[in-house]
């Protein structure tokens, strides 16, 4: 599929009227998640600025798209309250989607001051910088679904359930919680800013090159043709292709600004939302490995460590309140996500000097969306002519 047809493909009535055009604000946009959902802004004909630190990888899925070249890439620090000022009123954004942050749990361990930073005060210091806002502007707060108090539960975590956490990543998601409801209800209850937040399970897709993720380690053993070390083999985890939050993301961004398309209060859009798979995807750890080799052959070695860093060993959300809402559900199951991940890192893998990073992303994008459309959720209704819509 070539780039012009992915865009017209991911071309959505909701979305197209909600992002072409407009100026958006992407914090973590030289992480996995970010670069995802800046090549679909871009796709939809938004203006991206970027607010990040250098990537942390190598390789990095922002320089496998050629992302610098294509959006306004902003480097800078979430915990330094200037500079986000600064490169706020620069970008006078339309929307912000709020991903930057420490995101592995081990290294929560090894920097928990740096991690209750970045997660915490980093957020206090984006919001803060809007207060006063006079021009309209929805923002989403991306936290994780380990922000909630993990008790063992067997049924999925609700978002009016107690927030909290065991390691300082955890710990540092509730509180980033705490803090966006607090400033949503002290400063944001009224006037032109929207503020939500989103809580998304394990991320999986192809481009995420972080350490001490099973899916990225699993890669680097299968093409040295190693054994795929795992850690935690019974651990549960709710399993997604990165995709759905993305769309979950989109969406209620786009329903803070028009929250008419589902005829709804504001209200009702700002506020904390969920977005999980369906249950069936909640699997373990050894199960996404035995999954991941019926797509790439090999083997892997139980390296589980009584020693290691305590981590959650079962956890799944709800997400009813996304779907009764905002008409929001899963598109691609369980196999699917694990599929188009393998299938990502395979030909990147295996045909360097014949794969298209960029095409390949934007067509798992046009994929997605295309199924998506075929389930009839609200976000993909096919486009009409928006030209002279203004939203």
Not at 107 to 122: I, L, M
Not at 338 to 363: C, H, I, K, M
Request: hydrophobic share 40%.
């Amino acid at each position: 599929m070539s780039l012009e047809n992915a865009r017209l493909a991911v071309d959505t009535e909701p979305f197209a009227a909600s992002y072409r055009g407009r100026r958006v604000l992407v914090t973590g946009h030289t992480g996995f998640k970010g670069a995802w959902l800046a090549e679909w802004l871009l796709a939809l004909g938004a203006e991206v600025t970027g607010l990040s630190l250098d990537p942390t990888t190598k390789p990095a899925l922002f320089d496998q798209l050629g992302l610098a070249g294509r959006l306004h890439d902003r480097r800078a620090d979430l915990r330094d309250a200037g500079a986000v000022r600064e490169v706020i009123a620069r970008a006078q954004p339309d929307y912000i989607f709020h991903l930057a942050a420490q995101a592995i749990v081990r290294e929560s361990y090894e920097r928990p001051e740096d991690t209750f930073a970045v997660n915490v005060q980093g957020t206090a210091n984006l919001l803060g910088a809007l207060r006063g806002c006079a021009r309209p502007c929805a923002v989403v707060c991306v936290t994780s679904d380990k922000c909630y108090e993990n008790r063992g539960w067997v049924f999925g975590y609700r978002e009016e359930d107690p927030l909290g956490g065991h390691d300082p990543y955890s710990a540092s998601k509730g509180a980033a919680e705490i803090v966006i409801a607090s400033m949503r209800r002290s400063f944001f209850a009224e006037g032109p800013v929207r503020v939500a937040s989103a809580r998304a399970g394990n991320v999986i897709g192809g481009g995420d090159w972080a350490k001490d993720r099973i899916v990225p380690d699993s890669v680097r053993a299968l093409a040295r043709g190693e054994p795929i070390p795992v850690r935690n083999p019974r651990s549960t985890r709710p399993w997604q292709h990165v995709l759905e939050p993305l769309s979950g993301y989109l969406w209620l961004g786009a329903l803070l600004r028009r929250p008419e398309l589902r005829s709804l209060k504001p209200e009702a859009i700002a506020s904390a939302f969920n977005f999980g798979p369906d249950a069936d995807a909640n699997r373990t750890v050894g199960e996404v490995v035995g999954e991941i080799l019926r797509h790439w052959p090999g083997r892997w070695e139980d390296r589980s460590d009584p020693q290691a860093p305590y981590e959650a060993s079962l956890l799944q959300l709800a997400t009813d309140k996304a779907r009764a809402v905002l008409g929001w559900s899963p598109v691609w199951g369980f196999r699917e996500a694990v599929a188009a991940t393998v299938s990502w890192y395979r030909r990147a893998e295996t045909n360097p000097a014949e794969t298209n990073l960029q095409d390949l992303t934007a067509g798992q994008i046009a994929a997605y969306t295309a199924q998506a459309r075929t389930l009839g959720l609200p976000w993909a209704l096919p486009a009409r002519d928006t030209a002279t819509k203004t939203p």
